[in-house]
């Protein structure tokens, strides 16, 4: 909880700084929320298996602050014309993702011991993310806030920095215990939270709703340089990625000087 507190005022404090340097260089200000639902790909079940990605579902949340150089702040002012002012934003963000987690597959729908322990095993994950992306928008972003065009379409690339906290149990006892944990995770089990990086990649589309209104639906992927968000890494040849998810959500953007 204590790294929480600090994640959130180090997104807030960026925010304000950004702010006071906007004042400066003229760049318009955007913010708005995200929501939708999760689909973690970890080592939780077989990462291919529907039923598996279907169940291990979880929901995320978020926070964004837009940095749009196509008008001067405070007025509906043009900047002069370029191609960076006119295709790209700035993106940062502030994420919550979580998850449970339960084992799916053929593995786990099997008769023997180890499908017994499979199944006995339970667990949840949650992330806390801090990220920039470049927003890289196809459509001129004059011509879309001016209603020249009503679909915006966008992909980004950007980079965040995680906060992840990883749970898990077994109705058979001690998870951690030889005897209980499936043999693939047997030194593969680390349940302390920790920190890492990940790479984000996003396509998008914004609707124009209104002068300072926008929606927006937003495909993400995110991969993290860690296989320990979940908890677990397999121990095997077998084990060729790290966790990773996909987050599809939809948006609201208000324009704060436009």
Known sequence: MQNTRVFLMVFFLLFLTQGNGI????????????????????????????????????????????????????????????????????????????????HFGPVANGKGEGARKLRAMHGFTETYELGTHLEYHFMRIKDFTNFAVLFGPYVSLGVHYVYYTPTAYSDLGPVDDPKILFPSFQGGLDLEPSTTFAISGSVGVRYRLGMQHDLLIDARWNYYNSDFIDGLDVQGPQNKYNDWIFWLNVGYVFYINF
Do not use: M
């Open 23 to 102: 004042a400066q260089i003229h760049v318009s200000n955007e913010v708005g929320v995200l929501a939708g639902p999760a689909g973690f790909f970890t080592d939780y079940g077989e990462r291919w298996n529907v039923r598996n990605n279907l169940e291990n579902e979880g929901f995320g949340v978020g926070v964004v602050h837009y940095l749009s150089f196509a008008y001067k702040a405070r007025c509906t002012c043009e900047r002069s014309e370029s191609w960076f002012s006119d295709h790209f934003r700035i993106r940062n963000e502030f994420d919550y993702l979580r998850s449970k987690l339960e």
